[in-house]
């Protein structure tokens, strides 16, 4: 089989890469080289030459061509932008959803030749196959399970990829990393966004969106505890980079029209915490999903799962967490929908309610 496999310079892709090459497959390596790594390279150091270095090492290892695509353009017009718009109405954006969506299963898509059969990535994520569709499922290793960032593709997407290390833990991929003696055996994962590389969220932020002060109002007493640079730099739930004594604070309130972010101390963490909000814009992998269905949620990649139902009332649809609550739901946040290990697809939180009206 013919495959194209997105090589990252990371271990996971690495180890991706080895078991299809070992398996007796056709494969090339892909690199995609992305808007920001170029432009805004100043503002701190670019990972591309050193994934590239990693990425021609494990090619050169077992003679597999490697070929670099550059999709910078297509990069920033639906990622990049999308984040930007996102922090400038006060959202919590999910970048890494829409790379996923757009980019790496989207123009790349289009941008290969058509002989290949296959796209395969080193996502922690598996592929469940049946005769008509496939269906999106949980990876054995919770913590490190990427059905969250995958949750917006489409049936037409899905057919074509494949996870070669969706079967494995991450301890395990390290340890066929060493196996097989790859470049990248001992490389540390990366962190954060997707598209930031090094790159610090906040100077990227402050070189997009600028800075605007404006007041800290502690919620209960609304007297004045300090000062921010722009609310788009704080989300619902935050802890750190306040700037605050006296703590901890968690930022619990934004008024975006007046560029004010409110903090809490005396509330618990519980009696700060949703159990319900409503959501928009969904996503169905395969089948929309009844909204009486019993069903479980993540409302941010991690091992985290809610029960939940799915509801519709006169102001949309709501999701009601039935056991727990959870203290860091935001508009702009993805909820994303299970069924015992299968991932159903997503919808976009955008109106957090009160507990009082739950």
């Known amino acids: 089989m013919k495959i194209a496999v997105l090589l990252s310079g990371g271990v996971d892709s690495s180890v991706a890469l080895t078991l299809l090459h070992l398996a007796g497959h056709d494969v ?20 591309w030459e050193e994934d590239l270095k990693y990425a021609r090492a494990v090619c050169s290892q077992w003679n597999i061509p490697l070929e670099i695509v550059s999709l910078q353009r297509e990069y920033y017009q639906n990622v990049v932008a999308y984040a930007l718009e996102e922090l400038k109405r006060g959202h919590t954006p999910s970048p890494d ?61 899905m057919q074509r990829i494949l996870f070669p290390i969706g079967e494995f833990t991450k301890p395990q991929v390290r340890e066929l990393a060493t196996k097989y003696n790859l470049a990248t055996k001992d ?40 000062e921010h640079h722009g609310y788009w730099y704080h989300t619902i739930g935050q802890r750190e980079g306040l700037g605050l004594s006296g703590g901890p604070w968690y930022v619990v309130a934004k008024d975006i029209a007046n560029n004010i972010i409110y903090v809490s101390r005396q509330f618990e963490k519980t009696q700060r915490a949703q159990d319900s909000f409503y959501v928009a814009d969904f996503n169905w992998i395969y089948q929309p999903l009844s909204e009486t269905a019993n069903l479980r949620v993540k409302v941010r990649h991690g091992p985290q ?4 139902k799915l509801v519709q009332d006169n102001l949309g649809h709501r999701v009601i967490l039935t056991k727990e609550k959870d203290a860091g739901i935001a508009p702009g946040q993805f909820t994303v929908f299970y069924q015992d290990d299968i991932c159903l697809g997503c919808a976009k939180i955008v109106e957090p309610m009160d507990n009082s009206n739950a």
Request: net charge positive; charged share 25%.
């Open 97 to 157: 959803i829409f790379c996923n969506l757009h980019i790496k299963f989207g123009t790349f898509y289009e941008r290969i030749d058509p002989s290949f059969v296959k796209v395969a990535s080193g996502h922690y994520a598996r592929i469940q196959e049946h005769d008509d569709h496939v269906l999106l499922q949980t990876c054995p290793d919770q913590v490190k399970d990427q059905t969250y960032f995958l949750s917006h593709l489409c049936q037409k997407q």
């Open 28 to 47: 090339t390596a892909f690199y995609i080289k992305i808007w920001l790594e170029d432009e805004l390279s100043f503002l701190g150091q670019c990972p």
């Open 187 to 226: 490389r540390k994962d990366s962190q954060g966004i997707c598209f930031l590389g090094k790159i610090k969220y906040n100077v990227f932020i402050k070189h997009h969106l600028g800075e605007k002060k404006g007041p800290i109002i502690e919620k209960e007493t609304q007297k004045k505890l300090g």
């Open 305 to 308: 799962f809610y029960e939940a």
